[in-house]
């Protein structure tokens, strides 16, 4: 990992203008988006610079809504789901550390309020739509007029996967050379895919043990095996664009599990090891495995976590609610 | 994998004497082992070279006990436990095969008996064990008078990890660079260590629905982590060569985890993925891992299947047993 020289602001400022004007108020959504490919590993930590291109789906009306407006006094109120969140919590400071970077020197105290529609502790990440709705709200707010590319650039400095959720649909991030990162931009793929569902199974919603800002660097400070990932996420981007393209569900789904499980092996090569799964999780996998065995067209992939999320089409989901009482279905392309 | 063109007879019979004598009878043992860098790979598949060195632990009077005496007819008896082995078994016809690398054209009808004192069903392999005593039976046998180093190679052919079993105590395979495979061979280290103990905790004693070799095959064809499998294997084998010698217990034993984890790794990040821990395996390890943030010094390691080692000293000894009710406790150096 090499650290460059530049800060956010250094970067984010040259795209702003000399003087702000704000508006009363904006709002703005973002997507929760799933990786088919993992972003796993950073080669700059400041402005989360990936050590591979990613790629993912959106999660069509599930994510987070952000509004932004003016306190009318100096200080700042952070709500999350009509909830305010205490000053000095780490979402809070993380939020307004945000905010700063486009608010700079300017003495406005704002209301950011953020609503998340992704279902209850599913164990899907709210980092990536919620940075990537803050950052459109912003955008909005200030009248940056900024481009998309851009919006994707400044997005992942506040989490690495919301530069993807700026986009619906498939989305590849590139991971990019330049030592800003300005390059290291999503862009949203053509492809629509109606039948394809993505089926959550939530083995546990208690915080997680390690987070995965924590655990990718532990993975790679100290596993060996890690080496191998940046070229096998390579390979898998390219089986992963072409599949979608042709909607070839096995080569995309299988390339998603492939890719998934060499993540989770990084980890479990890590030391200390890092295993994310419970007994559980590999439990649903076998699972999996022995319907995919008898003919049922149904692959997994999963986080820095221990749940899944089956990835199979609308002709499979009769038959996978009755194999999994709890699956929360989601229809990317439905809405 | 480069296969070169030697066959196991090829090799061996430059180390047979132009005609064989035959004693009445001969006995032999080796112990079985449990490697702590292991032994994932093959650089050819038909003398069991391997892409790493490894090295492992003898477990003492535990291994496997063989007779070979003369049938008095020209059919061959296979006897396992004092129980006759159907001639079509996968276990006759390895052994037969085995013994015929050494027998020659000789019409000679052999009674091979193998009695293994590995704790029934407790997730240790035998085959090691099995063919380094069946290795040692047929130099008396037939009056070979081979040296250690031959006695390993020779075992190595019948099953790589045989290599090890021909010594007790710390043992290291050396991989080696021959093509014919005479520096693949294995010695035994100085080192002994009264306290260690390793404790067997049974998951299942289910047929693995993979085997090693087959699992093995399938990893180092497509795991993309497994390229840097062989590189972290030589690095082990330094730390865990140094530890040993200083009887650091956590260096050793700590690396020894790190090892099998990794290994694993490499199984887990195969296609399709190739998991043999069970949901239980991932219990017991999690409950490692809290006893060792505890205090208490212990690890594991762990072969392809879902059985646990722990590794611990003597003073650890009475706690684990309380932790882990169905705990089957070695002691290498014991006897």
């Known amino acids: 990992m090499i650290e460059n020289c530049l800060s956010k602001a250094q970067v984010i400022n040259r795209y702003l203008p000399a003087t702000l004007t704000a508006k009363e108020h904006a709002t703005a959504f973002a997507p929760s988006n799933i990786a088919l490919c993992k972003y796993w590993g950073k080669r700059d930590t400041e402005l989360n610079l990936p050590t591979n291109s990613s790629l993912s789906i959106s999660l069509g ?92 650039a400044f997005a992942r400095m506040g989490s690495g996967s919301a530069s993807r959720s700026i986009y619906s649909g498939f989305v590849h991030w590139e991971m990019g050379e330049q030592l800003d990162g300005m390059d290291s931009v999503a862009h949203q793929l053509d492809t629509q895919w109606p039948n394809l569902r993505i089926g959550l199974i939530k083995v546990s919603s208690a915080q997680k043990p390690v987070d995965s800002r924590t655990g990718m660097d ?54 200390p090891p890092l295993v994310y799964w419970l007994p559980e999780s590999l439990a649903v996998m ?45 229809v990317p392309f439905g809405d």
Chains 1, 2 share one sequence.
């Open 61 to 152: 009306h599930l994510g987070s809504h952000t509004q932004i407006s003016h306190s009318h006094s100096n200080i700042d109120i952070v709500r999350l789901n009509n909830k305010v969140q205490d000053p000095q919590s780490s979402f809070h400071l993380k939020v307004i550390a945000f905010v700063n970077l486009f608010r700079r020197s300017q003495t406005i105290g704002l209301i950011i309020d953020t609503r998340n529609t992704i279902p209850t502790a599913a164990g899907l990440a709210s980092s990536a739509s919620g940075f990537a709705a803050l950052m459109l709200a912003l955008d909005d707010f200030f009248d940056l007029q900024l481009a998309d590319q851009q919006l994707s």
């Open 286 to 330: 076998q699972r999996v495995w022995q319907l995919r065995e008898s003919g049922v067209a149904v692959y997994f992939t999963m986080d820095a976590g221990p749940n899944l999320k089956l990835l199979f089409e609308q002709s499979s989901q009769a038959l996978l609610e009755t194999e999994f009482s709890q699956l929360d279905i989601i």
């Open 218 to 271: 532990r993975t790679t400070a100290t596993s060996n095996l890690y080496q191998n990932w940046p070229a096998q996420a390579a390979a898998d981007l390219i089986t992963l664009d072409n599949a979608i393209k042709q909607r070839d569900f096995h080569a995309m789904a299988a390339c998603a599990e492939h890719n998934a499980m060499s993540m989770h092996a990084t980890m479990i090569s890590a030391w």
